[in-house]
């Protein structure tokens, strides 16, 4: 019973030596795709609590946090370029920071990239629903029609007035 709590403990402590050993060189590029993604992920956190500060009516702490967030995407941008998601989210936060120009450009340059992704072609669609161009809106909407999802209902519900963007 003991050697199997040896073995464990020796297996777990190679397998954690080998992951430092990994990420303390700085030049591999398996290490620099993990800090990309560290980006990534970073940003995506600080958007989800910007989110949650927005409903509680803390609009300084959620800025705040959007700005943090688009530094955060524009490295990961510069680290792994053309990333639909990583392009949605700058959109998004860009738009959020009130740059509406700037935001819709990064979510075009999504599409390019993926043309049915479902982020962008709703927030690219509330974007234009703020800037009254509601027949692109409804273009958006229309890319959306056959994915039977969540980002659909909500853009349909804003487009038609029932629902203000809470984003």
Do not use: W
């Not at 609009?59 to 967030?69: F, G, L, P, S, V």
């Not at 700058?90 to 990239?113: A, N, P, S």
């Amino acid at each position: 019973m003991i050697k199997k709590y040896l073995f464990l403990i020796l297996i777990f402590l190679i397998f954690n030596t080998s992951i430092f050993a990994a990420g303390s060189s700085g030049n591999n590029d398996s290490d620099n795709s993990l800090q990309k993604i560290s980006n990534y992920k970073k940003a995506n956190n600080l958007i989800k609590a910007a989110k949650k500060y927005e409903k509680k009516g803390k609009t300084e702490k959620a800025q705040k946090r959007y700005e943090k967030a688009q530094k955060l995407l524009l490295k990961s941008n510069l680290e792994i370029p053309s990333q639909a998601d990583t392009l949605n989210y700058l959109g998004f936060t860009t738009r959020k920071l009130g740059d509406y120009k700037k935001g819709e450009e990064y979510y075009l340059l999504g599409l390019k990239i993926e043309p049915n992704h479902k982020g962008i072609n709703e927030y690219l669609g509330e974007l234009y629903v703020a800037t009254n161009r509601l027949d692109l809106a409804k273009e958006r909407l229309k890319v959306l029609e056959s994915c039977k999802c969540k980002e659909y209902d909500e853009l349909k519900e804003i487009i038609q007035g029932t629902k203000k963007s809470k984003y």
